[in-house]
């Protein structure tokens, strides 16, 4: 299986602060990557689909980079609604998940 | 608009099984993917296995021997059966639509 490694863990940020969040694969997942957001009790939300498509209804301060193993959710400016816990996740083989990183407003 | 929703047992006794069905509305069971992903304290975000439009499933290896999923397409309806439950197997339980909509979980405490 494909290890997915997220990091940080946990990142404070301010409001109108660029986050940057990272998703690093065990191999190759050839951006079959999407990104979820999770907010306490509430199911996960698909962001980001294939590394870069924005879903509909998504913010565009939300976007998606990267190849190969190494992939990054980048917020343009933080807004105090995207306090939550984002999943990284791939589809290229046997789909899994990583760990999660938490977004604080600091 | 697409919608789906879990229901099931709440409490189930270890070595017991679990059925949870899944509901769903706005879309057709015939063309999408029926994933099934669970989240629990131990291993977080999981999945489970699918069932293809054209009806056929596939299972997570961690889950194969003991995880059936199935439909009724005439009831828009995705089931999970999942047998010889253990404590760890607490969590929360979703269905989803390939892996854009998801339900809203149903969770599952595994406990006598």
């Known amino acids: 299986d494909i290890q997915m490694t997220q990091s940080p863990s946990v990142l404070s940020a301010s409001v109108g602060d660029r986050v940057t969040l990272n998703c690093k694969g065990s191999q190759n997942i050839n951006k079959y990557l999407n990104w979820y957001q999770q907010k306490l009790g509430e199911a996960p939300k698909l962001l980001i689909y294939?590394?870069?498509n924005l879903q509909t209804g998504v913010p565009s301060r939300f976007s998606g980079s990267g190849f190969g193993t190494d992939y990054t959710l980048t917020i343009s400016s933080l807004q105090p609604e995207d306090v939550a816990t984002y999943f990284c996740f791939q589809h290229n083989s046997w789909p899994t998940f990583g760990a999660g990183t938490r977004l604080e407003l600091k | 608009q697409v919608q789906l929703k879990e229901t099931g047992p709440g409490l189930v006794q270890p070595t017991q099984t679990l059925s949870i069905t899944c509901t769903v509305s706005?879309?057709?069971?015939?063309?999408?993917?029926m994933q099934w992903v669970r989240q629990t304290p131990g291993k977080g975000l999981e999945w489970m296995g699918f069932?293809?439009?054209?009806?056929?499933?596939e299972y997570n290896s961690e889950f194969k021997s003991r995880l059936s999923i199935s439909r009724d397409t005439s009831k828009n309806q995705v089931f999970l059966k999942m047998n010889s439950l253990k404590t760890e197997d607490t969590g929360v339980y979703y269905c989803?639509?390939?892996?854009?909509?998801w339900g809203q979980g149903v969770m599952v405490t595994v406990s006598s």
């Open positions: 069932i293809r439009s054209g009806g056929s499933t």
């Open positions: 706005g879309f057709s069971l015939t063309s999408y993917y």
């Open positions: 989803a639509r390939n892996f854009d909509y």
């Open positions: 294939n590394t870069n």
